[in-house]
């Protein structure tokens, strides 16, 4: 009996045999997915939107709003979150059985704290995109100067042979 170590191609590979003679002859990429759709049972949506705690049923321990200031408010949790640390090492020390109490504080202020980076994760992609465009065009700059500088040096390297051979 014979065994291939890898399976057949799928069928629709012959849907790209003229693609080389005629590259318009490939059929076109399906339409981007927009809304829901089912993934390996799960239910998803092509709309990005962070959930607020209070959908989460969580508490919001920082103000609500468009205005807030990022950089103060994760301080204050991380404060927040040092010091409720602490009193939970205090807590386990002398009364042990009220850790619990403790232990969903310090949740809470580490579900707000991620809340509040993850907020802050669409402009970190745009930075982080604008950097990458920047990287590329001072390469392609630096590129041209080479090419440029090459050119140059050909250049001359032609009128020296020239002055050489008239003399």
Do not use: W
Not at 21 to 27: E, F, L, R
Not at 126 to 153: F, N, V, Y
């Amino acid at each position: 009996m014979a065994t291939a170590t890898y399976p057949p191609p799928p069928p629709y590979y012959r849907l790209y045999k003229d693609y080389l003679q005629n590259p318009k002859s490939a059929p076109e990429p399906p339409p981007p997915i927009e809304g829901t759709y089912v993934c390996f049972g799960g239910s998803y949506t092509t709309d990005d939107v962070l959930p607020s705690l209070e959908e989460q049923g969580v508490r919001q321990l920082y103000p609500k709003g468009p205005n807030v200031d990022f950089k103060k408010e994760l301080r204050s949790l991380n404060r927040e979150l040092q010091l409720h640390i602490l009193e939970l090492a205090d807590v386990l020390v002398e009364r042990p059985s009220q850790y619990a109490r403790r232990v969903e504080e310090i949740s809470l202020i580490f579900k707000n704290l991620h809340h509040l980076l993850n907020s802050l994760r669409p402009h970190q992609a745009r930075a982080t995109l604008i950097h990458i465009l920047e990287l590329q065009i001072q390469r392609r700059k630096q590129a041209l100067e080479d090419i440029k500088r090459r050119e140059e040096a050909q250049r001359l390297l032609k009128e020296s042979l020239g002055t050489l051979d008239g003399q």
